[in-house]
């Protein structure tokens, strides 16, 4: 028996949704490629998903919850966020402008994040954790797992409906797409870190500086923003320090424009607050201004009330390593 061409455009033409990209998949037809699509089938029934040999099938009684297969072939339990629209001035009442995550190299794009966080992810380095999950797309019809970036956690931290666990008091979550590099904030372009094959190294060129216009620029050009010693938005960052404070209390300095089109870039990205975000305490930010360091969010267990939606700790170096931060996985289509 052959099993028919799988073809997800035509999936979801069947219920009603329309695919951004056609996937089409090769179809093996070996027998232990049957027994990977009956063990695939069985997942499904038990998990509360359409049983259908398709690369991702939608629960049945929960909307936006989808499986979504990978390279080694397991379903991940994902959820799909609704587009947002921010911009400076009118935040998420905005009309006009889709917020970055939604962007990925100049595309309208779905996202999905993990139900949970990650299982396999913890007690590894920045590098590692993206090549775990790079390794889950097969470079032909799966091409769509990465590491949960700074500007999907900035959307998730915004939405208003947050239906996945462990946000919060489980483990620290690192995420993709943005750094500090002797306190200066260097960020990969709207969601484009949700691309497994852009590059995130300590060397990559894909990291860029911003000025206050909002124009980005490469790292180490005059006048881009910063985290200075006192954990502020500034222009300068002549002292070192290492310290926290709550989140909510991060300001701009006398020579930064609170209202400067950098500055809401920032906001956009859950990287200082904004009039327009509800959080009495936020969480707690945590910085270094001297060296790089990647971006945890979310705070672990043993934190208490540190922890919080918007808490954010830029003190770790890519190459830390402990079993409280992991990360979750994400899926762009």
Known sequence: MFLRE???KNYFERIGKMAKTKI??????SAPYLKV????????????????????????QRPDNWGVLDANNNY???VEFQRLQWDPVNFLKSTSTIHPAFVVN??????????????FATSLGFDQQLAACAQLNNGADITGFHQMTNAEWAMLAYSKNRPINGIIGSV???????KIVDGEIQIIPDNDAADYLVDQSLGSKAYKAILQSGKLVKPGTKGTLKINHEGNISIVSKESGWQSKWFKNIECTINVDPLSPGVALLQSLGLCPSHDTDIPNGGRFYFNTRGEFVPLRGGYWNNGADDGVFALKLSDTRAYA????????????
Do not use: C
């Open 6 to 8: 799988i073809n997800i």
């Open 106 to 119: 100049n595309q309208r794009s779905r996202i999905f994040l993990g139900e949970d966080p990650a299982s």
């Open 322 to 333: 402990s079993w409280f931060v992991g990360l979750r996985l994400a899926f762009k289509l």
């Open 24 to 29: 089409q998949p090769s179809v093996q037809k």
């Open 37 to 60: 699509i009956s063990k695939l089938k069985t997942w499904q029934v038990e998990n509360g998903y359409v049983a259908d040999a398709e690369l991702m099938s939608p629960h049945i």
């Open 172 to 178: 620290w979550q690192r995420v993709g797409g943005m």
């Open 76 to 78: 991940n339990k994902m």
